[in-house]
Structure formats: C-alpha cells, structure tokens
C-alpha cells in the first residue's frame, strides 16, 4: 500500500550509537526536508556536540504523495535531555502538529509540533483547457506565500496524475485559508480546488 524511500546521509559509525526516528507530519519532498530540517538539525547537533542526522526518507501512498517524513538522528545517548533538545529544535524549524520522535528499539514515542497544515489541491483534468494555457500554478504558489504573510509559508508541493497539491504550514489552518479564500475564489486555476487540513 505504502512505498518508503530512504536514504543513508552518512556512513554508519564505527561504535555503536542510539537512534532516534523524528517522524514529521510534513508533507515534504525530499530536497525541501533537508532544506528545512535535516541541514538546521544538524548543523544544531554537531554544535552541541550531541549526535548527527544519519538519514532520512518519506512514506508515499499508492498515488506518489507524500504522507509524512522522517529523519534518523544517531546519538551517543538516547537520554530524555538529548530528546527534549531535538523536540525543540524541529519545533523551532515549523515541525507541525501530529510529529512523533520515536525511540528506536522500543514502545516510547514523545508527540510533539506545534504548526497546523493546509493543502490546496489544483484540478488538473476537469477545467477547460483554456484555463490550463492561460493560467500557471508557479503563479499560484507566489501568489500563496505573498497572501499568507506571516500567517504561513508554503513549503513544498506534489504533482500527481489527477491534481497538483500545494502545502503551506502555520499557526492556524483556518487562518491560513481565510487568507487565500479570495484569491482561489476568483482565479480560474483554482476552480474546483480542494483545502484539505493535513496538521
């Protein structure tokens, strides 16, 4: 049902280490997780001297999207300081609501994100074809983040066979679509679109 993708960042250490899973309730693909959590991540790590970002990888559905991220956190010292530290820094870096970090080789799992996410899917099959030469979804895109503010950001998108997902995260959900309602109202690419709340 699921495809996962994963990739190995670093080699393994020569000692053994503890392994932390922070699973995030992002809908991210790949480049724009390592931009925006796996590279901050670790540079905090190494600066503290605390562990290193050894992986990561995304869980699909059967259709190609994107249903959450993860990210392999080796550490000397699986310790509830070292978690809470890693809890707080992907917090900081727009972890949404819904993330878990997962103690490797046991039950334990801490909840943790603060961000509510917003998708707008794009219908790209049942417009007339005019709208699908006339109008451009990059446009909608910029148009998302200038609308949104500080409301929230548009982080990362998902083009599949049937629609073309945009995912923002911010404070409030029902802020973020208050703030773009006027706009897929009234431009034609955004006729017959969906606002799905995924955080």
């Not at 809908?27 to 997780?33: A, G, N, S």
């Not at 073309?164 to 009234?186: N, P, V």
């Amino acid at each position: 049902m699921f495809g996962r993708i994963f990739r190995k960042t670093t080699p393994g250490p020569a000692v053994e280490k503890k392994i932390f899973i922070a699973q995030l309730n992002a809908r991210l693909q790949p480049l724009h997780r390592g931009e925006l959590f796996e590279d901050p991540l670790q540079a905090m790590l190494l600066s503290q001297g605390i562990g290193e970002v050894s992986g990561g990888g995304t869980l699909q559905a059967r259709d190609g999207e994107i249903e959450y991220c993860d990210i392999e956190i080796s550490v000397p010292s699986a310790s509830d300081a070292v978690a809470a530290d890693i809890i707080q820094a992907l917090e900081k870096f727009g972890a949404p609501k819904g993330s878990k970090l997962h103690f490797e080789g046991t039950d334990r799992k801490v909840d943790f994100g603060r961000l509510e996410g917003m998708a707008v899917y794009l219908n790209g099959t049942a417009l007339p074809a005019k709208v699908y030469r006339e109008c451009d979804s990059n446009f909608v895109y910029a148009e998302f983040g200038r609308l949104l503010g500080d409301l929230g950001r548009v982080l990362s998108y998902w083009q599949g066979p049937t629609e073309t997902a945009l995912y923002m995260y911010g404070a409030s959900f029902e802020e973020m679509k208050a703030g773009i309602t006027g706009f897929t109202a009234t431009y034609p690419l955004c006729q017959r679109c969906r606002i799905v709340q995924v955080a």
